[in-house]
């Protein structure tokens, strides 16, 4: 048997997915139900992968074809309930998420009568439609978690969801080279090139999902829904029932609270959390940090961190205080968020700001 570049590249993928799917399964860090759904997603590509392997090299190979498209069904649905899981805070597969499963399970008797019958151009179109119509929902899902976030957690790198949609990219690109390819095989037009160049992306797929998917598994709490419904009545030019005189007096009384208890300290502050130590109900305080700062809760709460930053970076109370420490008494448990908020607000890095007020 002739060892292909074809081959090589399904055995990394076949090898690579079943390993960090087995590894998802058992890992505690984080949701477990997140682990769970990620880890089918990589167990379906694996044994997906594994039929065209075993069917290429002569290995029940009019099995494997009459199987094959059976899995698209099943990308989109795990897809869409992973993000979900991702999302919510206390998200739980529901009765009615497993109708989700339906043209999977009809696929299946369709197979089982139909054998290599059903797998037509008709069955083709209809997976590559479901993965793209649950690609685009999962994206939508995503940019409103990301709202959420912003108007109720003051955890910035809780909005770190690139890498995901990178991941559904990634897919995107695997779907429209495949539907490429499918189209120069009904034309009878070799398409060698394109399918080394699907098994490649699927592998930068794979490695995405897995090693930025888990890089910071535990911030990925979700919103709750009385967050995101908070969220969605916000706007920024949003009205506030009060007198400008009732304003006033929550402004100074909010002012005065951050600058003397430093609630924003605690890297994990929330909306709820602030509106109960200041007495003033939820959906109020965030409409007036809306409307009279202009800020969403997460940028509010970070002009108060690089603020203080700021002061210890000029003015140290202890000349040996490093910047990581600076950064971690002012509420910022990441690095990266820390650098790149400080200079967008400032213009310059920690390190730059402290060498030029050193000079």
Known sequence: MTITIDNLLQAIIIFQSFL???????????????HLLLGSVLLVLAWQMLGIFLGN?????TFFESVNCLYGFLYGPLFFLYTNSICKKDFAIKKSDLLHFIPFMVSILGVMFLNTAFCQPRVYI?????????????????RRYQKVVRNAYSRAEMMRLDWLLW????????????????????????????????????????????????????????????????????????KINLSESEIQEIILSLEAFMKTQ????????????????????????SELINA?????????????RIEEAKSRLTNPKDEKETILEVMYAVGFNSKSSFNTIFKRKTGLTPSQFRRKNDE
């Not at 090299?57 to 190979?61: E, L, R």
């Open 167 to 238: 991941a559904f990219i990634l897919f995107s690109i695997v779907i429209a080279v495949d539907i490429f390819s499918f189209a120069l095989f009904m034309l009878n037009i070799p398409n060698t090139v394109l399918d080394v160049l699907i098994f490649i992306v699927i592998l930068l797929f794979v490695n995405t999902l897995y090693f930025k998917g888990l890089q910071h598994a535990e911030i990925f709490t979700g919103f709750s829904k009385d967050d995101a419904e908070l969220s969605d009545q916000l706007t920024v030019s949003s």
């Open 292 to 304: 009279y700062y202009h800020q969403n809760f997460v940028d509010f709460i970070n002009t108060f």
């Open 20 to 34: 960090l799917a087995l590894f998802l399964f058992f890992h505690k860090k984080g949701k477990r139900l997140s």
């Open 57 to 61: 090299i002569g290995i029940q190979k």
């Open 262 to 285: 430093h609630p924003y300290r605690n890297p994990n502050l929330s909306i709820s959390e602030l509106a109960h130590q200041i007495h003033i109900p939820k959906r109020k305080l």
């Open 126 to 142: 209809a997976y590559v439609a479901s993965i793209l119509i649950y690609t685009l929902l999962s994206f939508l899902k995503i």
